[in-house]
T-cell receptor, first 118, second 110 residues
Framework: NAGVMQNPRHLVRRRGQEARLRCSPM?????VYWYRQLPEEGLKFMVY????????ESGMPKERFSAEFPKEGPSILRIQQVVRGDSAAYFC????????????????FGSGTRLTVV | GIQVEQSPPDLILQEGANSTLRCNFS?????LQWFHQNPWGQLINLFY???GTKQNGRLSATTVATERYSLLYISSSQTTDSGVYFC????????????FGTGTRLKVLA
């Protein structure tokens, strides 16, 4: 099992460009969560998705950010017209079951994508 | 919402020393996880520990849910233990949504 795969590991974008971050969950996991870690801070929840559904986007900024998890392929976090304040590490986690976080069903995080906006 | 505080914020140890990291949370929780973020930024699951004590090699963790705290013990520390240690608990509104503490930044010197 390859674990949660995120790519790219590092992404540099100029202000105003678009950033696309990809997350492939662990095999057998159908629930995906995105978190953002600003420099020197802990992780903060952004969005929770199941296949073809956004379940909870309460942590997503209202503008420029969107997420999807299509029937086929990885989950995508898209940031349009990036600004310097978007520079952060973006982590994806997956689980087989959403409502029962336990030792068997706890979060597994990917290695993250470090976005730098110049 | 629930608040999660970790102490100390920074810790420097000589190799071989022991340490205790603390995580306080403001409301009752039904699970808690400890993570290690290594110097390369990777997040590694250490323990899922809603209550009781668990041990894994030189690391052990104890959660006293009724008193709303958890402790992570590191014994005989090694330079590879360096990094940031986070505890995380679910928000009261959804078990899938974790609140992370601000972390303890540990540096182990050779």
């Amino acid at each position: 099992n390859a674990g949660v795969m995120q790519n790219p590991r590092h992404l540099v974008r100029r202000r105003g460009q678009e950033a696309r971050l990809r997350c492939s969950p662990m095999k057998g996991h159908s629930h995906v969560y995105w978190y953002r870690q600003l420099p020197e801070e802990g992780l903060k929840f952004m969005v929770y998705l199941q296949k073809e559904n956004i379940i909870d986007e309460s942590g997503m900024p209202k503008e420029r950010f969107s997420a999807e998890f299509p029937k086929e392929g990885p989950s995508i976090l898209r940031i349009q017209q990036v600004v310097r304040g978007d520079s952060a590490a973006y982590f994806c986690a997956s689980s087989p079951v959403a409502t029962k976080i336990s030792e068997d069903y706890g979060y597994t995080f990917g290695s993250g994508t470090r976005l730098t906006v110049v | 919402g629930i608040q999660v505080e970790q102490s100390p914020p920074d810790l420097i140890l000589q190799e071989g020393a022991n340490s205790t990291l603390r995580c306080n949370f403001s409301d009752s929780v039904n699970n808690l996880q400890w993570f290690h973020q290594n110097p390369w930024g990777q997040l590694i699951n250490l323990f899922y520990i809603p209550s009781g004590t668990k041990q894994n090699g030189r690391l052990s963790a104890t959660t006293v849910a009724t008193e709303r705290y958890s402790l992570l013990y590191i014994s005989s520390s090694q330079t590879t233990d360096s990094g940031v240690y986070f505890c995380a608990v679910p928000t009261t509104s959804g078990t899938y949504k974790y609140i992370f503490g601000t972390g303890t930044r540990l540096k182990v010197l050779a």
